[in-house]
C-alpha cells in the first residue's frame, strides 16, 4: 500500500518538476490557436490577457458572439470531428451557490448566463502535436465555410 502511494505522489512531483515546461508548452498552443483563430473573431469572442497578468492555459475557452448560428452547432460539428470541446460553467451555476442564493441567480448576473449559453473550451494541453493544433484549426476554417 505504501509503495503506491508513494509511486503516485512521486508522479506528482515529477510533474511539478516539469510544470514551467508544460506551461510554456500551454502558452505556445493557446498562442498558436489564438492567431490562426482570430480570423473569426465576428463570430468568436477568443480570450484575452490583461497585461499584468498571464494564463496557463488548462484549456482553450471561446464564446460564440454570432447570431449566425449557435454554440450547439459548432461544438456538435467539432465533436463530431474528433475535437473535444467543454461547456464553461459560470459559478452561478454551481449547486452550492444556488443552495445559498436561491433559484434564479444566473438571471441576476447576465454575462454569465451569456457565457453559459455561449462558452466552450478546447483543448490546448502540453502533449498535443503541431498536426493536431492544425487539424483543430483546419475543421474551424472548414466550419466556417460552410456557413457562408
Not at 78 to 88: A, G, P, Q, S
Request: glycine share 4%.
Amino acid at each position: 500500500h505504501d509503495k503506491k502511494v508513494l509511486h503516485h505522489t512521486k508522479g506528482g512531483v515529477a510533474q511539478l518538476e516539469r510544470k514551467e515546461e508544460i506551461i510554456a508548452e500551454r502558452k505556445k498552443n493557446a498562442a498558436f490557436l489564438a492567431e490562426k483563430l482570430k480570423k473569426f473573431e465576428e463570430h468568436l469572442q477568443l480570450p484575452k490577457i490583461r497585461d499584468g497578468a498571464e494564463h496557463v492555459f488548462m484549456m482553450f475557452p471561446m464564446v460564440v458572439k454570432s447570431n449566425k448560428f449557435s454554440k450547439k452547432k459548432i461544438v456538435n460539428f467539432l465533436e463530431e470531428n474528433n475535437i473535444e470541446t467543454r461547456d464553461m460553467v459560470p459559478l452561478t451555476n454551481q449547486p452550492v451557490y444556488k443552495e445559498i442564493f436561491g433559484a434564479g441567480l444566473e438571471d441576476r448576473y447576465p454575462v454569465a448566463k451569456w457565457i453559459n449559453k455561449n462558452g466552450f473550451y478546447i483543448g490546448c494541453h502540453n502533449e498535443m502535436t503541431q498536426h493536431e493544433l492544425e487539424y483543430v484549426v483546419s475543421k474551424f476554417e472548414e466550419f466556417f465555410e460552410k456557413l457562408n
